[in-house]
């Protein structure tokens, strides 16, 4: 079974800034898949980046990038120059190669930015 | 526009009632899933499928019934419903994985 930890309390940011939203995992799964959502208030799950666990360089999708730190099992995502537009719950996910692409959430982490 | 598409978008229900959510997708996906979000509680998966006709147990799958008569579509079923099943409801669907899941807007489902 999977397990993701996100623990962080409720973050703000500044326009602009960069901010990076902590997850840990945990899995005995050799190859998996580590995901990021973004969850506005208007309630859409948006899909925002993927990291397989044999990538070897990190993944990075425009202002999203996650770093992959895989002995530590943790894939924090650092969003670079945020936006207003960013406010939002962001979640992180993970599924087993061999799960049939079932995901396992995290609980969120919500970051309001401020201009 | 191709996507997944949930149906309806708000219910309320009585204690005892059944209902049916409807998702339908259009992407040709063979993977199509339920879940469920509560406050803090993140996203929980109800039910899934990996195939037409095939239905399988996720986390939290007491109180709810699944079908995937067709491809395209995978209905979620509460034969009596209960405060505890109040909830948002989430349908989505997944082709490689590395593309993530296509979500549906969801269905805001109360049960008084």
């Known amino acids: 079974a999977q397990k993701i930890t996100q623990t962080q309390p409720g973050m703000f940011v500044q326009e602009k800034e960069a901010v990076t939203l902590d997850c840990t995992y945990d899995?005995?799964?050799?190859?998996?898949?580590l995901f990021w959502y973004k969850q506005p208030s208007s309630g859409e799950m948006i899909f925002l980046i993927y990291?397989?666990?044999?990538?070897?360089q990190n993944a990075t999708e425009g202002r999203y990038s996650l770093n992959f730190q895989k002995a530590r099992k943790s894939a924090n995502l650092v969003i670079s120059a945020s936006q207003l537009g960013d406010s939002a719950m962001y979640f992180c996910?993970?599924?087993?190669?061999?799960?049939?692409?079932?995901?396992?959430f995290g609980k969120g982490n919500q970051v309001v930015v401020i201009p | 526009n191709a996507g997944v598409t949930q149906t309806p978008k708000f219910r309320v229900l009585k204690t005892g009632q059944s209902m049916t959510l409807l998702c339908a997708q259009d992407?040709?996906?063979?993977?199509m899933y339920w879940y469920r979000q509560d406050p803090g509680m993140g996203l929980r998966l109800i039910h899934y499928?990996?195939?037409?006709?095939?239905?399988a147990k996720g986390e939290v799958p007491d109180g709810y019934n699944v079908s995937r008569l067709k491809k395209q579509n995978f209905l979620l079923g509460l034969e009596s419903a209960a405060p505890s099943q109040t909830s948002v409801y989430f349908c989505?669907?997944?082709?490689?994985?590395?593309?993530?899941?296509?979500f549906g807007s969801g269905t805001r489902l109360t049960v008084v």
């Open positions: 989505a669907s997944s082709g490689p994985l590395d593309r993530g899941y296509t």
């Open positions: 899995t005995s799964d050799p190859s998996y898949g």
């Open positions: 499928s990996v195939g037409e006709g095939t239905t």
């Open positions: 990291q397989g666990s044999y990538d070897q």
């Open positions: 996910a993970m599924s087993a190669y061999y799960g049939n692409n079932r995901l396992a």
């Open positions: 992407m040709n996906h063979e993977y």
